[in-house]
């Protein structure tokens, strides 16, 4: 859909953007803007239940998150652009098996039905937001529009467990691959980071203090040994976790570390010369301000290649 010029995507924001995690919201609208496309919120839309609501009673919870589908259908939407990690996937998940499972999918649309509603599975495409950009702008058009280029940051690429299972969208599902390619097209270089799918812990902040503590731990300690100056997720959950929990467990554990937990949103608007404030800077727990203050008019000079000490042992040569 094009309105004025510009690529209209109809757009679920999910309840965590509306509240916690509005820098998420502002900072996606406001790169919609500078590179030329909207992202139209739909109407009467409802909270997807999170992640626990499956595990409660599966009908209900199927036809919760069916009602925005059938939304979307009804408002003649090919497609769903969605940038929390816990709602494209229970988006993705519904549309996915009700197609697959007849049964279940005639179950979900009964209950649909008390709502004069009816969701046709397959109908509606949902995609998230980074896989958006990724793909429709693209890393070339988005090198492009670069102002400011991230030079001198070194960021760590953090996926969390969710989006990156649903049919590997972003590549291959342990190790994805795409929001790295993205940070190293702003001119930041994107660190070596092994927990990029290593779960946040979720909600288990309210079930045991010391098991959320532990792993928000482990991520921020892992980013901080990769030479991260902060990390960059896709996940409001995540960043949730990662920032405002990190104080706690960087005491928990007498650690000593200091990394913020920017939206890719975030950095790209940083890059494409967005004012901080207008990208939501401030917002966080975890003061962002020294990643902003390390950017560089330039870029590192490339380290160059080590030497090989004169008395090692010779390379092996292949015999012909």
Known sequence: MSTNGR???????GCSLQHNNHAYE????AIARALGFELEELEDWNCCGATEYFSINRLPAYALVARNLALAEQAGAEQLV??????????????????????????????LAAGQLHYDAGTVRVRHLLEMVINDVGLERLSAEIKRPLYG?????YYGCLVARPDAVFGDTEQPTAMDHLIEALGAKATPFSLKTFCCGGHMSQISEETALGMIHK?????????????????PMCQLNLDVYQEHAKRYFEADYHVPVLFFTQVIGLALGIAPQELGFGQEFVDAQPVIDKIRDVPPPRSKPARRPKGALPLPVMSE
């Open 219 to 235: 991520i921020v300690r892992g980013a901080a040994e990769s030479g991260a100056d902060a990390l960059v997720t896709l996940c």
């Open 26 to 29: 502002i900072s996606a609208h």
């Open 82 to 111: 969605v940038p929390c990690s816990a709602c494209f996937l229970n988006l993705h998940k519904t549309d996915k098996n009700m197609k697959r499972y007849p049964e279940l999918g005639e179950r979900v649309n009964r209950a």
């Open 153 to 157: 940051l070194q960021l760590a690429p």
């Open 7 to 13: 690529r209209t995507y109809p757009y679920y924001p």
